[in-house]
């Protein structure tokens, strides 16, 4: 196994492409800690399911977009399975609504950055003390980082250009300490992050427009991150990696 032994946090791993990459670590021998914030419900199910088929994981509630509740997180962790954190994928993030610019007050914009931004910087921030040589962390960046997102998604788009911007930074400070740093573009992936956000005329149209014809798969995004986390890719780091099928290429 890739990641036997080894500990990894999964910040919002409760469900969708969180779900699927705790999974995916937790199959490689990885300790999971599976983070969440409201959603208990799903967190516990996915624990679960990473139990039934014989791996090890824990759930930890903590808001990601606070930094106190983060440094809890470091403590259960490092209290379940040691000191040393070799893995961390921060998933968690969101569009919140489509607003245009004139739609937009401060207070939105702000909670937007703070979801996707603030919480990869909190993270890293208390994670990356606890990691050691050759450790790994996987961020979650967007398409919409790339090409601007679609209509009412200004913010969300900013955010995770934010993301790939702080990536690349990190890659160089911790790079001196043997500490990767990626970051993975999904496109349109099947999730209810699309069920709730996306008209299901405008997926069949992008899904269309794929060269591969179709929607990408949470599991599909799992197999990057895994491979982001391992050995595998020892001499990746700074990359923002897309996955979308062929719709963007950069």
Do not use: W
């Not at 207070?107 to 606890?130: C, E, G, W, Y």
């Amino acid at each position: 196994m890739k990641l036997q032994n080894k500990t990894a946090v999964v910040i919002g791993g409760g469900r969708d492409i969180g779900r699927s990459v705790s999974l995916s670590l937790a199959a490689e021998g990885a300790n999971v800690v599976v983070n969440y914030q409201n959603d208990k419900a799903s967190a516990e199910e996915t624990v679960g399911l990473i139990k039934e088929a014989g791996g090890n994981a824990i759930i930890c509630q903590a808001d990601a977009t606070n930094f106190s509740d983060m440094q809890r997180l470091v403590e259960l962790t490092c209290e379940t399975f040691g000191n040393e954190i070799h893995v961390l994928a921060n998933v968690v993030g969101g569009l919140v609504a489509r607003k245009a610019l004139s739609e937009m007050d401060e207070a939105f914009f702000d909670h937007v950055m703070r979801l996707n931004v603030h919480s990869v910087f909190f993270a890293t921030q208390v994670i990356a003390p606890k990691m050691p040589e050759g450790a790994s962390i996987v961020n979650f960046a967007s398409q919409a980082g790339r090409d601007g997102g679609g209509p009412g998604a200004a913010a969300y788009a900013t955010s995770k250009g934010a993301v790939m911007a702080f990536t690349r930074s990190m890659a160089k400070e911790l790079g001196k300490k043997d500490i990767r740093v990626n970051a993975i573009c999904p496109g349109m992936i099947n999730t209810s992050f699309h069920d709730r956000f996306t008209k299901d005329a405008v997926r069949t149209m992008v899904a269309g427009a794929t060269p591969l014809g179709r929607e990408g798969r949470p599991e599909e995004v799992a197999d990057l991150t895994v491979y982001l986390a391992s050995a595998d890719s020892t001499f990746i780091n700074g990359a923002c990696i897309d996955i979308n099928g062929g719709t963007l290429f950069s």
